[in-house]
C-alpha cells in the first residue's frame, strides 16, 4: 500500500544546477507534508515542510511545491552543491502522528 | 547539539529469538516514535509513544513488537520471536511536540540499528 510515492530512485545533477525531486501521494487526506535528507549510517534529518493551505514554502536553497489537485509535491535545491548529495525522503500525514514515507531518491551533485 | 543515540548499531540474531533495541530520545523531549527500513524500501512507521503509553501504531507493530520507557531516559523496542523479515534499519525518533496540522514539531532521528535475523 504506496501512498506515497518517489518514481525516481535516483537523480544526478552538476553543481550549481536544479535539483528536482518529485513525490505522488494517493490519499486525499493528507494535509502535511514534509522532505527528509538521509546521509549513509545516519538518520534522516527534517529538511523542510509544507501544509495544505499553502503551495510553496522556501527555505535559502530549498523550496518545496505543493500541488494539491495533482496531489504532487516537489522539492527544488537551487543551487545543488555536493554535500547535497544524500537520499532524500517526502513523508505525508493526515490526522494523528503517522508519516508515511515514500522509497526515497537518491541525489548525485557532481562536482 | 543534542542528538538521539541508538545501541546497537548492528545486531544479528537468530530466529525465533528475541531482541532488544535500544535509544536514549532527546532529553526534553515528550514524544517517542520507531520507525523501520528494510533495505531498499520505503521508511515504515511502527509506533508512537507517549506519557508512557503508546498514541499510535501501525499495522506493522503487531503482538511480537513491544516498546517501553523503563527508565525515564532510555526507549526500547522489544521484538518477542524474530522473524527473518524483521530484518531492517530500525530508527528511534524523539519530538518536542505531537506533530499537528498547523505545525510541526521535528523529530530527531537517531542512526538507526541494523537489525539482521539469519
Known amino acids: 500500500d504506496q501512498q506515497v510515492k518517489q518514481n525516481s530512485p535516483s537523480l544526478s545533477v552538476q553543481e550549481g544546477r536544479i535539483s528536482i525531486l518529485n513525490c505522488d501521494y494517493t490519499n486525499s487526506m493528507f494535509d502535511y507534508f514534509l522532505w527528509y535528507k538521509k546521509y549513509p549510517a545516519e538518520g534522516p534529518t527534517f529538511l523542510i515542510s509544507?501544509?495544505?493551505?499553502?503551495d510553496k514554502n522556501e527555505d535559502g536553497r530549498f523550496t518545496v511545491f505543493l500541488n494539491k489537485s495533482a496531489k504532487h509535491l516537489s522539492l527544488h535545491i537551487v543551487p545543488s552543491q555536493p554535500g547535497d548529495s544524500a537520499v532524500y525522503f517526502c513523508a505525508a500525514s493526515g490526522t494523528g502522528n503517522q508519516f508515511y514515507f515514500g522509497t526515497g531518491t537518491s541525489l548525485t551533485v557532481i562536482p | 547539539e543534542p542528538e538521539v543515540t541508538q545501541t546497537p548499531s548492528h545486531q544479528v540474531t537468530q530466529m525465533g529469538q528475541e531482541v532488544i533495541l535500544r535509544c536514549v530520545p532527546i532529553s526534553n523531549h515528550l514524544y517517542f516514535y520507531w520507525y523501520r527500513q528494510i533495505l531498499g524500501q520505503k521508511v515504515e512507521f511502527l509506533v508512537s509513544f507517549y506519557n508512557n503509553e503508546i498514541s499510535e501504531k501501525s499495522e506493522i507493530f503487531d503482538d511480537q513488537f513491544s516498546v517501553e520507557r523503563p527508565d525515564g531516559s532510555n526507549f526500547t523496542l522489544k521484538i518477542r520471536s524474530t522473524k527473518l523479515e524483521d530484518s531492517a534499519m530500525y530508527f528511534c525518533?524523539?519530538?518536542?511536540?505531537?506533530?499537528?496540522?498547523?505545525?510541526?514539531?521535528?523529530?530527531?532521528f537517531g542512526p538507526g540499528t541494523r537489525l539482521t535475523v539469519l
Open positions: 509544507i501544509s495544505s493551505i499553502k
Open positions: 525518533a524523539s519530538s518536542e511536540g505531537p506533530p499537528s496540522r498547523s505545525s510541526y514539531n521535528e523529530q530527531f
